[in-house]
């Protein structure tokens, strides 16, 4: 089944800094199957959809470690040591969350959540 997710984007106009949102929607569908039924033009349009898609992943990726390779990125590059603390403290971050959500809402409820 096909649904309509709305959403919204920014940018930053270099010249004066200033952030200009806007709105955007798209269709989002539950199955392969939904997208070529829905789709006009069928497999070969959903193909040609999705090798753009690798193409546009591919290319931001290049980009991106071209930039941090050229010392261009704002992006700080993280050492192993920091992504393996970043992740050690995501999975704490999440255990902490399953157990708050395990928590009946009255539990939840005195603890402040």
Do not use: C, W
Request: glycine share 6%.
């Amino acid at each position: 089944m096909a649904k309509v997710i709305d959403g919204q984007g920014e940018y930053t106009v270099k010249a004066t800094g200033e952030v200009v949102k806007y709105n955007y929607s798209f269709v989002a569908y539950d199955s392969l199957e939904d997208m070529l039924e829905n789709i006009e033009g069928g497999e070969a349009t959903v193909l040609k959809n999705a090798q753009r898609m690798l193409k546009v992943d591919a290319n931001n990726t290049a980009r991106e470690k071209a930039k941090v390779e050229n010392g261009h990125s704002t992006r700080k590059a993280l050492s192993e040591e920091d992504k393996a603390a970043n992740k050690a403290e995501r999975q704490a971050n999440k255990a902490m969350l399953d157990k708050i959500k395990a928590l009946s809402p009255e539990q939840r409820e005195a603890l402040g959540f």
